[in-house]
């Protein structure tokens, strides 16, 4: 039974009159706990009581515990929930950039929705950025409940107040791209592709007309490039070209590396697997790509398919000052000097161009040619919502359909181009007639191109 003791105020040293009440109770240990503050005695007692009616129940939380600092908990918990690299380099910016300055020292039992949700409002970034500090804090308090330091979340499943412009949040949004801005033309992507030459090109081509996003294409290992699907379809099998995004090694990262405690250890560059099983998976290839594909691992002595001509790994920064960026940008010519060659000039293509605007690319395609739900979301390795994503599956023909689509794509800005060759490789003339049959029993990857 709990019980309440006097705490008498002390004032220069001596006891005055003045007294609060202390709650004493039984802790589940059997220890004696107390909790000062109390104005009467009842309320010390009604206190108490409910401690010791929660420890009977099991449910009972430590008052010391409770008032853990949020940042000591947030480094016992980032111990505790390793992740990929890159995700845990990010979890560490948010936490010093943005979480630790407003909570590191403050109780886990004083933080609360309605301050949570203010301070964000105000934070120094983009508010994409703003919710994923909100999200990471909310995962570290619930780490906390399920440590016993807490009773509930009090973030769990709330909604922030979004931003409004002019009414005291910083000026820290960029204005919204128009969506022209995120796909490229195909007739731009051939040019870039040519300017770049067969080795750097052929990155871009492959992006474009694939999906596969960048990590995914600096980690490429000709072992996982063109290899075969062959499934059964219409009285014998259908088969084509696939490069694989590898289980264990499918996507390059690059991070600023982090210990256990959070303190920081350099850049790495390192091949990890995949973020989400959904992106471990087998993208078919158009014939036009396959052939490109077949050349170029011809000539290039390397293991990885589309690394640096020494052989080294892409930094994503280098790739893309060094080479897509002239290529798309433009840049001056330079003329012959002591130690340097003479460089013509390249007139803009399309400035701002990015590898992630050629993933965004291949799905405006495929949504272009009209590719099916069920193949679209497999081959972009995207998670399909709602209940079709269980009932609806990809098809031989489905596969054929987007093949033709984007190989269609490819023809037709090389015709607008008035090209026959990339990197004078693939000729547009057609295969002679008496050839095999594109009839669904037997479709094979170089169909109607030649050798140029």
């Not at 943005?98 to 403050?106: A, D, G, T």
């Not at 301070?119 to 016993?148: E, N, R």
């Not at 084509?240 to 250890?265: F, H, M, N, Q, S």
């Not at 209940?387 to 489905?398: D, E, G, S």
Request: glycine letters at 8%; a positive charge; proline letters at 7%.
């Amino acid at each position: 039974m709990a019980y309440a003791e006097k705490v008498y105020k002390v004032r220069n040293g001596k006891r005055t009159k003045q007294f609060t009440w202390r709650a004493c109770y039984k802790k589940a240990d059997g220890s004696k706990g107390t909790a000062p503050g109390f104005p009467t005695k009842k309320t010390a007692e009604d206190w108490g009581n409910a401690q010791e009616a929660a420890i009977r129940a099991n449910r009972w939380i430590d008052p010391a515990l409770q008032r853990t600092m949020f940042g000591e908990f947030a480094r016992t918990w980032m111990k505790a929930k390793p992740k990929r690299g890159a995700t845990v380099s990010k979890r560490w910016n948010l936490l010093e950039q943005h979480i630790f300055p407003k909570w590191e020292h403050v109780p886990l039992n004083q933080i609360n929705w309605f301050d949570v949700d203010t301070w964000q409002q105000h934070l120094p970034c983009d508010d994409v950025t703003a919710g994923h500090a909100v999200s990471l804090m909310s995962s570290i308090m619930t780490g906390a409940v399920d440590a016993k330091k807490l009773t509930v979340n009090p973030l769990y499943a709330r909604r922030r107040t979004r931003r409004t412009v002019g009414v005291g949040a910083p000026a820290v949004a960029k204005p919204r791209k128009s969506d022209e801005e995120k796909w490229a033309r195909p007739e731009i992507v051939l040019q870039i592709a040519e300017r770049l030459g067969p080795a750097v090109g052929l990155h871009v081509l492959t992006a474009a007309f694939t999906g596969l996003g960048w990590g995914e294409t600096a980690a490429l290992h000709r072992r996982n490039v063109l290899l075969t699907r062959r499934q059964p379809h219409d009285g014998g099998f259908f088969t084509c070209p696939i490069i694989r995004v590898d289980p264990d090694e499918g996507e390059l990262a690059e991070y600023e590396g982090r210990d256990e405690d959070g303190r920081k250890t350099g850049m790495v560059l390192r091949l990890e697997p995949p973020k989400n099983e959904r992106r471990i998976r087998d993208v078919d290839v158009p014939p036009f790509l396959a052939e490109l594909l077949r050349f170029h691992l011809q000539d290039w002595p390397h293991e990885y398919v589309f690394c640096t001509p020494s052989g080294t790994m892409w930094r994503r920064s280098n790739f893309a000052s060094s080479q897509l960026r002239p290529a798309a940008d433009g840049r001056p010519a330079l003329t012959k000097t002591r130690g340097r060659a003479e460089r013509p000039g390249w007139d803009p293509i399309m400035p701002g161009l990015t590898m992630r605007a050629l993933r965004h690319t291949h799905d405006t395609y495929q949504d272009q040619i009209g590719v099916r739900p069920a193949l679209m979301y497999e081959q972009a390795g995207h998670a399909r919502p709602g209940i079709k994503a269980v009932y609806q599956h990809p098809t031989p023909a489905m596969r054929q359909e987007r093949l033709d689509g984007l190989q269609a794509i490819y023809e037709r800005a090389m015709g607008n181009l008035g090209w026959e060759t990339l990197w004078g490789r693939v000729s547009l003339v057609k295969a002679p007639k008496g050839g095999r049959p594109l009839n669904g029993s037997q479709m094979t990857a170089d169909e109607g191109l030649m050798v140029a």
